[in-house]
């Protein structure tokens, strides 16, 4: 099993930055491939960006490509999601996963986070 814990979440204005941080203790973080989603009330968790073990494999949402950048350290347990030109509608609460396999499929990761939230004010 591996547990995840998500930080760096915040309110910022539209166009500012974010970094959020997810580290995984328990079974080898390099095993797994990591995606970021997001969910606001009343919607379905969405796919953000996923990286693969190695990192070297990287998928991204149509709506964050060009903005967000997935990276990870396996050295630190860590997977990260650099956010620039934010928009209120990034607003949202943002999870980290882990999963055996990359993939956009929410229901086949098989770990999550607790989730931070990002508030992306007008």
């Known amino acids: 099993q591996v547990q995840l814990v998500e930080s760096g979440g915040g309110l910022v204005q539209a166009g500012a930055s974010l970094r959020l941080s997810c580290t995984a203790s328990?079974?080898?973080?390099?095993?797994?491939?990591m995606g970021w989603f997001r969910q606001t009330p009343g919607k379905e968790r969405e796919f953000v960006a996923g990286?693969?073990?190695?990192?070297?494999?990287?998928t991204y949402a149509d709506s964050v490509k060009g903005r967000f950048t997935i990276s990870r350290d396996n050295a630190k347990n860590t997977v990260y999601l650099q956010m620039s030109s934010l928009k209120p509608e990034d607003t949202a609460a943002y999870y980290c996963?882990?999963?055996?396999?990359?993939?956009?499929?929410?229901?086949?990761?098989?770990?999550w986070g607790q989730g931070t939230q990002v508030t992306v004010s007008s």
């Open positions: 990286t693969s073990q190695s990192g070297v494999f990287r």
């Open positions: 996963a882990a999963n055996d396999r990359l993939t956009r499929s929410s229901q086949e990761y098989d770990y």
């Open positions: 328990g079974r080898t973080f390099s095993t797994y491939s």
